[in-house]
């Protein structure tokens, strides 16, 4: 057995106290061996934590990875116009060397921010699996599928896309590849689509991503053509199982998160995207005392404009707070928790949780820093007050993939001159 030993620190336990605590990894099983005081010795590796904190790697729930090609393209529009002004033309044009640079971009970012695992929605599913594979991450990805704009044919060609991906990719690089069934979202892809696909989607044992309840224009559509509101004929085309889960839930009403507490389904927050695209405040108090399963997301690059799980955190508290008029709403525990187990429990994945026999997944925090001085609280520190670029050191399955801010899976320098090379190629053909 091969041995990490991440030692000094303290440790953020799952049910968010701190202790000192050494971590120790099997790096061949990838999982915790133990939690515990002196666990150093025989190590055949050792890790750094003193001043520091050892939490879970942060989980995405949400993201489209490979829009970091995108970042400061389009800002300051809404949601419809942004995507029908500017991005999707853009789309148009990706071609798989753009997906690679743009996907090894955001996974950069990612390692170096202390997220370990993330869920995307993109095109050339394939090529950001080989990324994620060589980069050390655990994902679970899925083609998204769209029908507006296309013909029939066309779109039938989408969705068994769709589903072959996801076939195709689960269970990828040792498990640390999942997929979903991805539909867009439930004004995107018509309903005759959604019937005929989410049960091959169930037939394969995957679960159902989507976006919904993002923007009232989103609702009004579906409340007028369907009778009934947006999670109420997301239960009706078979897309809210337990195993489910859906980016945004902004405009939701107590009726839904009614269903979503019974379904089990999940709601991956992103709160800087509804904030930039200005969608509105989703109500995360009121379906945490609901018991609905929340995660948090940073959306794409191009609506946000980082994907720091840091940042969202502290955007998750902020916000929430202002939706529910209250500032004990959305406490920094619930946004820790939303950013570790809270999404790893809304993708399926087992981790989030710094525990024996977990997955080693995990970030150490550098807490010797100016603005996290002193050190009162280190759970209100990740919520408010820590940077991306506090991350010294990140774990993945228990390999190391950043140590003292050095990624150890990608060529840096390289990654960011293709990235800019494949963005301005990218901009340029949209342009022609
Ligand atoms: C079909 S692949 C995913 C598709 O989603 C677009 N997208 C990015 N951000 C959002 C958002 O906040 N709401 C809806 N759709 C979004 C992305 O550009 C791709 O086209
Ligand atoms: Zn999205």
Redesign the pocket.
């Known amino acids: 057995m091969t041995t990490l030993a991440i030692t000094g620190g303290q440790v953020l336990l799952p049910d968010n106290t701190v202790t000192w605590a050494d971590v120790l990894v099997d790096q061949d099983s990838g999982e915790i061996l133990e939690v515990g005081d002196d666990l150093a010795g025989g190590a055949d590796d050792t890790l750094d934590a003193s001043d520091s904190l050892v939490t879970p790697g942060f989980v995405n729930g949400h993201c489209?990875v490979a829009?970091t090609l995108?970042r400061g393209h389009a800002d300051d529009k809404p949601?419809d116009a942004w995507?029908q002004e500017d991005?999707?033309p853009v789309?148009a044009e990706l071609t798989a060397d753009s997906i690679r640079a743009g996907t090894e971009l955001g996974v950069l970012e990612m390692i170096k921010s202390g997220t370990t695992s993330f869920a995307d929605?993109?095109?050339f599913v394939p090529t950001i699996a080989d990324v994620v594979d060589k980069a050390g991450l655990r994902a679970r990805l899925g083609?998204?599928?769209?029908s507006v704009g296309k013909d029939e044919d066309a779109v039938h060609e989408d969705a068994q896309e769709g589903l072959e991906v996801a076939a195709e990719i689960d269970g990828m690089a040792d498990g640390r590849i999942t997929s979903a069934f991805?539909p867009?979202?439930l004004t995107?892809v018509d309903g005759q689509y959604l019937s005929e696909y989410v049960p091959e989607a169930r037939d394969l044992g995957v679960p159902v991503h989507y976006?919904a309840n993002?923007t009232e224009d989103e609702v009004t559509p579906i409340v007028e053509n369907h009778g009934v509101r947006p999670l109420a004929y997301a239960a009706e085309k078979g897309m809210l199982e337990a195993e489910d889960f859906f980016?945004?839930g902004v405009h939701v009403d107590e009726s839904e998160i009614g269903l979503l507490a019974e379904a089990g389904t999940s709601v991956i927050h992103?709160p800087a995207?509804n904030m930039k695209?200005a969608?509105g405040m989703a109500p995360i108090q009121r379906m945490l005392d609901a018991g609905v399963t929340v995660g948090l997301g940073t959306?794409?690059a191009?609506?946000n404009n980082d994907l720091s799980m840091l940042d969202e955190a502290r955007d998750a508290a902020m916000l929430g707070k202002l939706a529910a008029d209250d500032a004990s709403a959305v406490p920094a525990e619930a946004v820790v928790t939303m950013a570790t187990q809270g999404s790893a429990d809304a993708i399926g994945l087992d981790t989030g949780r710094i525990a024996a026999g977990k997955p080693a997944d995990l970030a150490v925090i550098d807490l010797e820093q100016p603005h996290l001085t002193p050190r009162h609280d280190p759970v209100s520190h990740l919520a408010y007050a820590a940077a991306a670029s506090d991350v010294r050191h990140t774990v993945c399955d228990g390999q190391v993939l950043m140590r003292d801010r050095e990624v150890l899976t990608l060529d840096e320098d390289a990654v960011l001159s293709r990235a800019t090379e494949e963005a301005d190629a990218l901009l340029a053909r949209a342009d022609d």
């Open positions: 489209h829009m995108l949601l995507l991005i999707w789309e929605m993109y095109f083609h998204g599928v769209i991805m867009h979202s995107t976006h993002e980016a945004h992103c995207s695209l969608s959306d794409g191009a609506s």
